[in-house]
C-alpha cells in the first residue's frame, strides 16, 4: 500500500500520512482509531512512545 | 470533524479556482469602479460603488475558511501557525512602518495593510513548506 493509497482510504493527504510515518505527527484519537481500523490492530500500536 | 465536501485531496485545487475566481471578482470591481462612481445616480450608489472592490476582499475570507474546514487535520495544524506567525510578522512590519513615517517615510493609504499581510502569508507559508521538506 502506497501512502496515496492510504491517503484515500484515511481522506488524508498524503503529507499526512508522511508525517505520522516518520513521527513529525501525531494523529488525533478519531483518526487513530481509523489507521486502527484498516489495519486491523489495536489502537495503542499506532502510538509509539520515542521516549 | 471533516466539512464532507470532497476528498481532502482535492481541497487544494479547489481553493486555488475559488482563489482565481475572487481575485478576477476583485479586479473586475476594481476596472469597474471609477465608471460606476462617476455614474452613480444618487451619492449613496456611488458610496455603494466606492467600497465595492471590498466584497470580493470577504468573499476571499469565506474561501479561506472553506478550505481550512476542507483539509485534514495535520494541514489545519500547519495552516494555523502559518496564519499566526505569517500575521504576527505582518502586524508588525505595519506597525513598524507606522512609527517610520515619523522618521520620513511616506505615509501609505491603510489599504496597503492587506497586501503586506497577504505577502507575508505567502512567503511564510513557502518557508514552511520548504522546511517540511527538509524534514522529510
Not at chain 2, 444618487?42 to 470580493?56: C, F, M, N
Request: one cysteine or more.
Amino acid at each position: 500500500m502506497t501512502q496515496g493509497d492510504l491517503a484515500d482510504a484515511l481522506n488524508v493527504s498524503r503529507q499526512t500520512v508522511n508525517a505520522i510515518e516518520t513521527g513529525r505527527y501525531d494523529p488525533s484519537l478519531p483518526l487513530a482509531f481509523s489507521i486502527a481500523r484498516l489495519f486491523k490492530c489495536k489502537i495503542e500500536d499506532v502510538f509509539n512512545d520515542r521516549k | 470533524m471533516q466539512a464532507a465536501i470532497a476528498p481532502v485531496k482535492y481541497a487544494g485545487r479547489l481553493y486555488l479556482l475559488e482563489c482565481a475566481i475572487v481575485m478576477g471578482l476583485y479586479v473586475a470591481a476594481v476596472w469597474i469602479r471609477p465608471w460606476l462612481v462617476a455614474h452613480a445616480a444618487t451619492p449613496e450608489l456611488g458610496s455603494a460603488a466606492k467600497v465595492l472592490p471590498a466584497l470580493p476582499i470577504w468573499l476571499m475570507l469565506v474561501s479561506v475558511w472553506r478550505y481550512y474546514r476542507h483539509i485534514d487535520e495535520f494541514e489545519r495544524h500547519k495552516f494555523l501557525v502559518t496564519l499566526a506567525i505569517s500575521f504576527g510578522i505582518g502586524s508588525c512590519v505595519i506597525v513598524t512602518y507606522a512609527f517610520l513615517t515619523d522618521a520620513g517615510l511616506p505615509p501609505l493609504a491603510i489599504t496597503w495593510a492587506w497586501p503586506t499581510l497577504a505577502v507575508s502569508w505567502a512567503l511564510t507559508t513557502a518557508i514552511m513548506q520548504i522546511a517540511d521538506h527538509a524534514e522529510r
